[in-house]
């Protein structure tokens, strides 16, 4: 009878003589792309958007989503999303990143240093960071009543304006399964975003400027 004609042997050597030359010829090192914020005539411009999207409450309590624990049900931490934003941002003031959930944000501000609460001023003022929507939360538009909806949104802008002197300019509604009509006046005709971004999955972008 024939032996099989690759041992167990010949194929360890063939993987690591394929794992040698990929280290020898391909340069794995970390590479700088040509990256900006402005367009690029002639070419497809991608705009990609760092942005959050943090539940306050769904799988997991909202204590459970802003310290890390019970990842078996969902691996989220919120408090470690702003925590690595800071020091990211700092580190490439090219980068910009939107936040949007107040009822995270504010328990995460109100346990950092003086130090870091003037660095995310900083990034704040420099437009490296900016608050969309800026409710304490991404309400649900189809159970809620309209009055909570304005009321959950004026307790987040009027803690953004008293920590940064800053109103968002713009809606960040991206997981609701289509809008109702009370949340699409909401956000045009009294809440008065620039821009609202709203659900991927109903994609009608309403530009005002
Ligand atoms: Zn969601």
Known sequence: MRRSSVTVTETVSL??????????????????????????????NVHLVPHSHDDVGWLKTIDQYFVGSNNS???????????????????????????????????????????????????????????VNGGWCMHDEAASHYIDM???????????KQQFNKTPRAGWQIDPFGHSAVQAYLLGAEIWYMHDWPSPIAWVTVMRN
């Open 15 to 44: 993987v690591f003589v394929l794992w040698v030359f990929a280290v020898v010829v391909v340069d794995g090192g970390f590479i700088k792309y040509e990256t900006g914020a402005g367009t690029v005539e002639g070419k497809l």
């Open 73 to 131: 049900i969902q691996g989220a931490s919120v408090r470690n999303v702003l925590d690595s934003l800071v020091v990211a941002l700092l580190r490439d003031p090219n980068r910009k990143f939107i936040f949007g959930e107040q009822a995270f944000f504010q328990r995460w501000w109100a346990e950092q240093s003086l130090e870091i609460q003037e660095e995310m001023k900083k990034l704040v003022y420099s437009g490296q960071l900016e608050f």
């Open 150 to 160: 304005i009321d959950q949104t004026t307790l987040g802008h009027r803690l953004i």
